[in-house]
């Protein structure tokens, strides 16, 4: 049973424009969340977060909504650049054991 | 700045060999994870450490060992290696106070013959 869902494998926008997307969870109890970016031949990295408190976080270009209502969160990204071509990774936790529970992730390309 | 550090980068095993997979993080975090990765599917965790000489079971600890001796460090054993441990496997860390910014490694791909 997956817990947290990214249900689009991959995702193509033009350089300018912007890219969505989308994370869905199914535990009530998760109140906190993770956006994370991985290239190819490396780890992952923390790209923004966002506690149940609140229901927008904003760090530059990128941005983060969540809908507790809906248990959907949503990563924005404007402008788009090539250089945000990776795969995005959605995670959530629960404050009572901290530990993160992944998407399967979405493969961003963004076209010149 | 090394940050999290994991050797070796590159494994094949045959069936029923063994292997460690060693972590080493210069950040002086106290918890420290493993993770294995595979096609269509998220990170999933193995077994965590939240301090040194600490270890704890993940989602799937099944065929894998751990250890901690070194706040530092923090290593993972396959003692009978199988064809379903074929997969990439990361390394993260973080200090406490934070409520979930990892820094990970950049990988161990395995393959299991």
């Known amino acids: 049973d997956q817990q947290v869902k990214q249900n689009s494998p991959s995702l193509s926008v033009q350089e300018g424009r912007i890219s969505i997307l989308n994370c869905d969870y199914t535990?009530?109890?998760?109140?906190?969340f993770l956006w994370y970016k991985k290239y190819p031949a490396e780890g992952p990295t923390f790209l923004i977060s966002?506690?149940?408190i609140k229901d927008k976080n904003e760090d530059g270009r990128f941005t983060v909504f969540l809908n507790k209502s809906a248990k959907h969160l949503s990563l924005h990204i404007v402008p788009s650049q090539p250089g945000d071509s990776a795969v995005y990774f959605c995670?959530?936790?629960?404050?009572?054991?901290?530990?993160?529970?992944w998407g399967a992730g979405t493969k961003l390309i963004i076209k010149p | 700045n090394a940050g999290v550090t994991q050797t070796p980068k590159f494994r094949v095993l045959k069936t029923g060999q063994s292997m460690t997979l060693l972590c080493a993080q210069d950040?002086?975090?106290?918890?420290m994870y493993w993770y294995r990765q595979d096609p269509g599917m998220g990170l999933r965790l193995i077994h965590y450490?939240?301090?040194?000489?600490?270890?704890a079971k993940g989602e799937v600890p099944d065929g894998y060992n751990v250890s901690r001796l070194k706040k530092q460090n923090f290593l993972l054993g396959l003692e009978s290696a199988a064809p379903s441990q074929t997969s990439v496997y990361f390394c993260?860390?973080?200090?406490?106070?934070?409520?979930?910014?990892?820094?990970f490694g950049e990988g161990s791909r395995l393959t299991v013959l």
């Open positions: 993260a860390s973080r200090g406490t106070g934070n409520t979930g910014e990892l820094f």
């Open positions: 950040m002086n975090h106290e918890y």
């Open positions: 450490s939240v301090g040194e000489g600490t270890t």
């Open positions: 535990n009530s109890m998760f109140d906190y």
């Open positions: 966002i506690s149940s």
């Open positions: 995670a959530a936790s629960a404050k009572s054991n901290y530990q993160l529970i």
